[in-house]
């Protein structure tokens, strides 16, 4: 069983930035985040392998940047020039193994105004 405790998030004006931080309880293969707005389907954000192979959504390219710190089994997303459609609840994952159980953090909100 591997626990994930996120921090991070909050309010911020469109441009501003914000860094969440997702903290696994032991190693895992992939940690990354997934976002869900109201009324939307949860979709993925992006995602780091321990090998740093990472998966960005087109949305978000050039904007996040997801980095990890496998001593710690910490993964942080760097998210600049944020966007009112970037509102949503971020939720941390990790993938225990390639083809492993998926364990889920508690999500956080961010909410960025117009």
Avoid: H
């Amino acid at each position: 069983q591997v626990q994930l405790v996120e921090s991070g998030g909050g309010l911020v004006q469109t441009g501003g930035s914000l860094r969440l931080s997702c903290t696994a309880s032991g190693s895992v293969f992939r940690m990354g985040w997934y976002r869900q707005a109201p009324g939307k389907q949860r979709e993925l954000v992006a995602s780091m392998t321990t090998r740093s192979m990472t998966n960005y959504a087109s949305a978000v390219k050039g904007r996040f940047t997801i980095s990890r710190d496998n001593v710690k089994n910490t993964a942080y997303l760097q998210m600049n020039s944020l966007k009112p459609e970037d509102t949503g609840v971020y939720y941390c994952y990790a993938d225990a193994t390639v083809i492993g159980r998926t364990y889920w953090g508690q999500g956080t909100q961010i909410t960025v105004s117009s």
